[in-house]
């Protein structure tokens, strides 16, 4: 008999904070509604003092919900703000960096990997996961269907997870039946007309439907 396989968990994606309080307010509400694995925090701008306080706002009420708190951000204000990792987006030299500074106490993602050789570069560079499909620089989105497929083609072959990002409730059930071992829930999540505690509760029952649905092969 072989194990199941772990079912895919939830990452939330947070818009640029500039309000701790705000945030942690909203991120409470997301984790009512079920279970998260991880928050990847993204700071607006400031300088680094102020950075590094945002972060540590966040930490306690993460954390203490049994969630990982991952910063894109420089590695230092990630570990000076008390973080579980953080989140790479400018390729291998900068995660052989931020692996020197951390060593291999924190967790180091990485994301923007446009092409199969650049995730396979990044892959080899020691991450702990890869994220595909979150919002480029200037905002625009990858389309779903490349998104499906590059997830599909990492979690078949690699052991390194895969995070996929879905840019809406709705393409959360495809990436989901891809093998990710995360689903990323973006800033759209946060967006006040949203209920995050009603998304966040949808997508562990769309996780949890496709589960049973497999086991029942």
């Given at each position: 008999?072989?194990?199941a ?39 607006s ?25 991952i ?30 500074s ?21 892959g ?34 690699f052991?390194?997870?895969?995070v996929?990002?879905?840019?809406d ?12 071992e ?10 006040e ?20 649905r497999?086991?029942?092969?």
């Open positions: 008999m072989t194990n396989p772990t079912p895919t968990r939830l990452m939330l994606v947070t818009p640029l904070v500039a309000d701790a309080e705000a945030m942690a307010f909203r991120l409470m509400q997301a984790f009512a509604g079920g279970d998260v694995a991880a928050v990847l925090l993204r700071l701008e400031g300088d680094e003092r102020s950075k590094i306080e945002r972060v540590k706002r966040l930490v306690g009420p993460v954390q203490s919900a049994n969630v990982a708190l910063v894109e951000a420089p590695a230092l204000v990630a570990a000076r703000g008390g973080a579980d990792g953080v989140h790479i987006t400018n390729g291998p030299e900068a995660v052989a960096e931020a692996r020197s951390l060593k291999n106490e924190r967790i180091i993602g990485a994301g923007s990997l446009r092409a199969r050789h650049d995730a396979m570069d990044i080899e560079a020691g991450v702990d996961y890869v994220m595909f499909g979150e919002p480029r620089p200037d905002g625009s989105l990858p389309p779903l269907a490349a998104v499906i497929e590059r997830a599909s083609w990492w979690a078949e072959i052991e390194t997870p895969c996929a990002y879905a840019p409730a709705e393409s959360v059930a495809a990436l989901v039946e891809t093998g990710a995360f689903v990323a829930l973006g800033a759209w999540a946060f967006d007309a949203c209920d995050i505690r009603a998304l966040v509760t949808q997508a562990n029952a769309t996780i949890a439907a496709y589960a049973a497999k086991a029942a092969r």
